[in-house]
């Protein structure tokens, strides 16, 4: 099983909103992963969770919270948020960090529009 | 430092035709390179991969080479379908945290 679910599929919010993005791997991955992905872009990392700790923040900014409450667990928490913080949020895990062969596994994105 | 550069789309192909995706990177060390690919409205499905040089990673009749000497992993398939349309990402990992994207492909396969 190689599979990363993520909840809500979609989500609208206004800037004034707190919401949370969810993210599930049962595959005993030790790293977990946050990108944000706008329309015919890649995809930009945001967050690296290493063992349920933070090792990777490429500045995003504070409106954006991560949290890993397990090892299965990755939730992203989101407050005043902007209009051009609309994107596809796409979670991944792998089974670690360090090592260069390792594959990332996507989930299918949260599709986030900010009013 | 470590990037990755993938022919600019979008590309748009008959059914059967052949199909070739160029990727070239700059790395140091000895990264793994993927191809990954994502229908519309999904996230990235890993396609195949090759953890070193002379590597073929292959899968659903998809190919591609780690070729060190040119720095190239171009992605080919014999034979598209309708089925093949989606966005292909080439990426890289050295050792370390990151994926390094490229820009991705658009695939149109008509009938």
């Known amino acids: 099983d190689t599979e990363v679910t993520q909840t809500p599929k979609h989500l609208v919010m206004g800037m004034t909103n707190k919401k949370s993005l969810k993210c599930e791997q049962h595959?005993?991955?030790?790293?977990m992963y946050w990108y944000k992905q706008k329309a015919k872009k890649p995809p930009e990392l945001m967050f690296v969770y290493s063992y349920e700790k933070l090792s990777i923040n490429e500045s995003v900014p504070s409106r954006f919270s991560p949290e890993c409450p397990n090892s299965s667990l990755l939730n992203l928490h989101l407050h005043a948020l902007q209009p051009e913080d609309s994107a596809l949020y796409l979670c991944?895990?792998?089974?670690?960090?360090?090592?260069?062969?390792?594959?990332?596994?996507f989930g299918p994105g949260t599709r986030l529009l900010v009013l | 430092g470590n990037s990755v550069t993938q022919m600019e789309g979008p590309v748009t192909l008959s059914e059967e035709a052949f199909l070739t995706i160029n990727c070239t990177y700059t790395?140091?060390?000895?990264?793994?390179l993927f191809w990954y690919v994502q229908y519309p409205g999904e996230g990235l499905q890993l396609l195949l991969k090759?953890?070193?040089?002379?590597d073929k990673g292959s899968n659903k009749g998809f190919e591609a080479t780690y070729r060190k000497e040119t720095t190239s992993f171009h992605l080919e398939k014999g034979s598209v379908q309708v089925s093949d349309s989606a966005v292909y990402f080439c990426a890289l990992r050295n050792t370390g945290n990151q994926f390094y994207f490229g820009t991705g492909t658009s695939l149109t396969v008509i009938p």
């Open positions: 991944a895990s792998s089974q670690e960090v360090i090592e260069r062969q390792e594959t990332q596994y």
């Open positions: 790395a140091t060390g000895y990264p793994s």
């Open positions: 595959m005993g991955h030790r790293a």
């Open positions: 090759a953890t070193k040089a002379d």
